[in-house]
């Protein structure tokens, strides 16, 4: 069902940059709609880490950052932390499916 | 502190019905759209569906139409979600998150904060 898709994972060394990609068309990312990331830890419910692409809530370390391109946006995690292991899921809204809020297919952050 | 709390894990036979719950505090609960989520296990997430509580007004997405029923109660600021013949498939953790954002002319950017802590549905004989 997911639209946008992500790399399944992706990992780094602590300290390391890495980055997340979220690939969508024209129909959701490509039309214009807001990308918003989101931070799943082990057990947990899922919490809003970056919303209108490069947004981050209070509470966030500014070591998350995010960005949007054309059809696509990236996440990105620098000074990588121990504690930053967990799943990552873009979202964004889709024009021709009945006004669906859409998620990515979501990326496994592994601290090497 | 705006807070989700959802109800507890559920344990129920195929063809059962079952109503689960998300209670909101520290914001008016008539004033913002609630949505639910699905995330299977080991999966990732799914859009469900979004209910104003202010006046009821409901969407869902075209995989869960039919399947789910969302509804609300603003007396006591509660979103519900229902099945009325679960299936071994709907096995799976249900959130309930509140929609932040804006929609203008039939688009919209939103998201979604905070997030209920999750409910466990498991659906087997």
């Known amino acids: 069902q997911s639209v946008l898709t992500q790399p399944p994972s992706v990992s780094g060394a602590p300290g390391q940059r890495v980055t997340i990609s979220c690939t969508g068309s024209?129909?959701?990312?490509?039309?214009?709609?807001?990308v918003h990331w989101y931070q799943q830890l082990p057990g947990t419910a899922p919490q809003l880490l970056i919303y209108?692409?490069?947004n981050r809530p209070s509470g966030v370390p500014d070591r998350f950052s995010g960005s949007k391109s054309g059809t696509s946006a990236s996440l990105a995690i620098t000074g990588l932390q121990a504690e930053d292991e967990a799943d990552y899921y873009c979202?964004?809204?889709?024009?021709?499916?009945?006004?669906?809020?859409?998620f990515g297919t979501g990326t496994k952050v592994t601290v090497l | 502190e705006v807070q989700l709390v959802q109800s507890g894990a559920e344990v129920k036979k195929p063809g059962e019905s079952l109503k689960i719950s998300c209670k909101a505090s520290?914001?008016?609960?008539?004033?913002?759209?609630i949505g639910w989520v699905r995330q299977m296990p080991g999966k990732g997430l799914e859009w469900m569906g979004i209910i104003y509580p202010g006046d009821s007004d409901t969407r869902y997405s075209p995989s869960f139409q039919g399947q789910v029923t969302i509804s609300a109660d603003k007396s006591i600021s509660t979103a519900y979600l229902q099945w009325s013949s679960l299936k071994a498939s709907d096995t799976a953790m249900y959130y309930c998150?509140?929609?932040?954002?804006?929609?203008?002319?039939?688009?919209?950017?939103?998201?979604?904060?905070?997030w209920g802590q999750g409910t466990l549905v498991t659906v087997s004989s």
């Open positions: 998150a509140r929609r932040l954002g804006y929609c203008s002319g039939g688009s919209c950017n939103n998201w979604f904060d905070p």
């Open positions: 024209s129909s959701n990312i490509g039309a214009g709609y807001d």
């Open positions: 520290g914001y008016s609960f008539t004033s913002y759209w």
């Open positions: 209108g692409n490069t």
């Open positions: 979202q964004s809204y889709d024009s021709t499916l009945s006004g669906s809020y859409v």
